[in-house]
């Protein structure tokens, strides 16, 4: 298969809110009010652990077919721990991104320990949120200064 290109678009209309178009979508990210948002929509890092649930998902269920396997479904609960501290300039003595993030796949199936256990594994290979969490991934960003028209 050839490599893809996924894009987003983002707008910012405040200082804690962006509006992001993805492809035939458009969603908010935005801080709670106690950090000086205004609520309307999950914050960043809320947004990647969303988005692993849902690689978590789509994976699941696909490998599942793969392996032959019933999946009536899956309920999946993320969390992560962060130090806000490097974000607010306080301190930089940790990093600024998730120091873990734990999840919890609770399958509705029949299959046994073993075959979960190797679908899980499959699952964690396979998920390419979870690698890109778990392995570097080249980042290059570029800033443009744009003029006002008169």
């Known amino acids: 298969m050839t490599d893809m290109k996924v894009r987003v678009r983002a707008q910012s209309e405040n200082a804690t809110k962006t509006v992001i178009n993805a492809r035939n979508f458009r969603f908010v990210i935005d801080e709670p009010a106690e950090l000086g948002g205004t609520n309307d929509g999950p914050n960043p890092v809320e947004y990647v652990l969303g988005a692993f649930a849902g690689c978590l998902n789509v994976m699941a269920h696909l490998i599942a077919k793969e392996m032959d396997f019933e999946l009536r479904g899956v309920k999946i609960d993320v969390s992560g ?70």
Do not use: Y
Not at 88 to 101: D, H, L, N, P, V
Not at 113 to 139: F, G, Y
């Open 81 to 150: 721990i962060l130090n806000p501290a490097r974000l607010f300039g306080q301190s930089f003595e940790e990093r600024a991104g998730f120091k873990e993030i734990s999840v919890m796949i609770k399958a509705d199936t029949d299959a046994d320990e073993a075959t979960l256990e190797k679908w899980m594994q499959a699952i964690e290979d396979r998920c390419p949120v979870s690698d890109n969490l778990q392995h570097p991934t080249p980042v290059k960003i570029a800033v443009k200064a744009t003029v006002p028209q008169l």
